[in-house]
Nanobody, 121 residues
């Protein structure tokens, strides 16, 4: 079992930056591929970014060049640095963990409770 707790969400203005954190506990964090997903109002949960246990990253086209996913295995923490935020980024952001990386949320076994990010225009 892996427990995940997100933090760092909030209300910001367009163009601002925000950093999300996801603290993991339980099994060895470094074994797991991790991902950030988001779900906007009336939308399905979608990929934001993933990072493998080896540190290889992948991003949704909508966030490439603006968001950066990273992990600190010593601290068992996943991060998402978000820059140049726009109102379309408004969503609940979830971190997820799985033994194998995937772009699809249904592939992930472990989820946090989510943190709200709201970007005003």
């Amino acid at each position: 079992q892996v427990q995940l707790v997100e933090s760092g969400g909030g209300l910001v203005q367009a163009g601002d930056s925000l950093r999300l954190s996801c603290a993991a506990s339980g099994r060895t964090f470094s074994w797991y591929a991790m991902g950030w997903f988001r779900q906007g109002p009336g939308k399905q949960r979608e990929l934001v970014a993933t990072i493998t246990s080896a540190g290889r990253t992948n991003y949704a086209d909508s966030v490439k060049g603006r968001f950066t996913i990273s992990r600190d295995n010593a601290k068992s923490t996943l991060y998402l640095e978000m820059n140049k935020l726009n109102p379309e980024d408004t969503a609940v952001y979830y971190c997820a963990g799985n033994r194998y990386s995937s772009d699809y949320p249904t592939a992930y076994d472990y989820w946090g409770q989510g943190t709200q990010v709201t970007v005003s225009s």
